[in-house]
């Protein structure tokens, strides 16, 4: 079985500031990690993903996670926020023996001010 | 061009009808998806079809019932609806299933289902 846990479910921050949103999981074997934002009133749009190799992975936006095995962690970053991305962001696990599983946390909503 | 599209965008019904969502990828893939977004913004698949073969079915009522035309179609049926079905449906398709080398999902807008 799998899981993920996004242990912040709001995250207010300034604009300008640098923002990191938590995401750990569980699971038996190798996994492949993603994240996925969703605007207001819109479909989820995939940010990165890791798969294997480099455990700093770059994705769009600006946005950058690390995946981190011994904590079982995939935190994303960014280290300037703007306006627009204020947004629900989701943190998603998936494994060679789950088929078409992909197990996605609580999400985290961030909320970026002036 | 929208690679998965799924139509309406917003539904609202009364309680006891039947509603269908229609959903289209143009991308190619061999893997569909339903997925069911609460209004807690939890996300949860409940279906999945692979070359028109349902793959996963997940403790869903019979009341939703999952029709696949061809690999490129994917319709969720609902019948008799309740209240609690009030959520956002979520359509996505990836090349091959997810698990597999961690092919991507990719989504629809979603469609607000409002039951009255």
Redesign the interface.
């Known amino acids: 079985a799998q899981s993920v846990t996004q242990l912040d479910s709001q995250v207010p921050v300034f604009e300008e500031a640098p923002v990191e949103l938590r995401c750990n999981y569980s699971s038996s074997v190798s996994v ?1 990690l ?1 994240w ?1 934002v ?1 605007y207001p ?6 940010l990165l ?1 890791y ?1 294997s190799g480099s455990t700093l992975v770059k994705g769009i936006n600006g946005f950058e996670a690390e995946f981190n095995k011994s904590q079982t962690s995939f935190h994303l970053r960014k280290p300037s926020v703007h306006i627009s991305d204020t947004a ?1 962001y ?1 943190c998603a696990v ?9 197990t ?1 946390g ?2 985290t ?1 961030l909320m970026v001010k002036p | 061009d929208t690679a ?1 599209s799924q139509t309406p965008k917003y539904l609202v019904t009364q309680m006891g009808n039947d509603k269908s969502i229609k959903c289209e990828q143009n991308l190619g893939h061999d ?1 569909m ?1 339903w997925y069911k977004q609460d209004s ?6 409940m279906f ?1 079809y ?1 070359n028109k073969e349902l ?2 079915n997940e403790t869903v009522p019979n009341r939703f019932s999952p029709k696949s035309p061809d690999k490129a179609h994917l319709n969720l049926h609902i019948n008799s609806l309740e209240l609690g079905d009030s959520a956002v449906y ?1 359509c996505a398709s ?1 090349q091959n ?6 092919n ?7 469609s ?1 289902l409002t039951v009255v």
């Not at chain 1, 998936?94 to 992909?102: E, S």
Request: charged share 10%; aromatic share 20%; net charge positive.
């Open positions: 492949y993603f996925y969703q009133n819109q479909g989820l749009q995939l993903k798969l629900e989701f998936t494994n060679n023996n789950a088929g078409n599983m992909l996605f609580g999400g909503r | 998965v893997t998806y807690k913004k939890f996300l949860k698949i999945s692979n793959i996963i979520f990836s299933p997810s698990g597999s080398s961690g991507t999902i990719y989504f629809g807008e979603g607000w």
